[in-house]
DNA sequence: CTTTCTGCAAACGATTTGCAGCAGC
DNA sequence: GCTGCTGCAAATCGTTTGCAGAAAG
């Protein structure tokens, strides 16, 4: 049931995180190692201009490759938000499983927790679902808003 | 709690669509008719290419240009499906809230429905987004898998 | 008639990819 | 030294937009 049964300090997260990348056969390159480390740092998912802003060294289609390659790895987990820039985060597997806040407005997207009984719910209508004909292996569930900055710019 | 107080079989659905439409100073075009129509019948989320599809003589930008249109005159909505193809449904004012299984292999998606307190449970949570300095206004929630045909299609 | 629409083709912008040289191990 | 990784620039591809003529009212 645990997400991670690791220390909860973030040592063990980032051996998960490396041996995860030396099982997928992905060695340790300077700019994977940015990408990660932004990544385990920023609480939220992040944009890929944000991840760039991390490191003038990171070029952009080395940021896009090795997102795509923690994907792949199992490492990270791409989140849609509500522009059109695609969000990246650790996998649920190393953080746990969470929800998100949206904004609507800047598409800035925040991590959220839920009740478990709420969970609890989800798992019941899983089944509801496959009696019309989808295998269900994950959900999303986001609340879509205004994030603290956007209410306070414009109106409201 | 009624999503649309009209009759239920359609006829006053048009009689909305139409009077949003003409409440947004649209014309009752060859080419918007022909979108909304494709909507009202899909009872699922489209695709422009499935949108395309039921009209030779619709042209991809009008298509396009029409489906921004009534989005922005609340007829229309805009889903995130798994793919790279936005896929477009009749306004929730219009059908009814609900919810989507989405098929994370094509991108299919179909309409959903949740038990009531379930939902229920959604307007708890808001408060507690709200403390996070969120100010929430709606929410999505979706089952992701395979759908039938995909299942079918690959192992298992 | 006047204003909104339409189709076409060009423009956009996020993401992807080919390639030649650099860097892990 | 291999092999994978990087930066660059070009290519993709869904979606948007400019424009001149057609259609709604």
Redesign the pocket.
């Known amino acids: 049931m645990s997400a991670h049964d690791d220390g909860a300090d973030g040592t063990d997260l980032l051996a998960s995180v490396d041996q995860r990348l030396r099982a997928a ?8 190692q ?2 990660v480390d932004v990544l385990v740092g920023a609480g939220r998912p992040l ?2 201009p944000e991840i760039l802003e991390a490191d003038v ?13 923690l994907v792949e790895a199992g490492v990270a987990r791409r989140v849609e938000s509500a522009d ?3 969000r990246f985060e650790l996998h649920e597997s190393l953080t746990g499983h969470h929800h998100h806040l949206v904004c609507t407005t800047c598409g800035r997207v925040e991590d959220f927790d839920v009740p478990d009984d709420f969970e609890a719910g989800i798992d019941v209508m899983v089944h509801a679902a496959e009696s019309q004909g989808f295998r269900i292996d994950a959900h999303r569930f986001d609340l879509l808003g205004r994030c603290a900055r956007c209410s306070s710019a414009s109106g409201d």
Chains 1, 2 share one sequence.
């Not at 056969?25 to 994977?32: A, D, H, Q, T, V």
């Not at 060294?57 to 390659?69: F, M, P, T, V, W």
């Open positions: 056969g992905l060695r340790n390159s300077r700019s994977r940015v990408v944009s890929l060294e990171l070029a952009q289609s080395s940021a896009y490759r090795n997102l795509g390659e059109d820039h695609a």
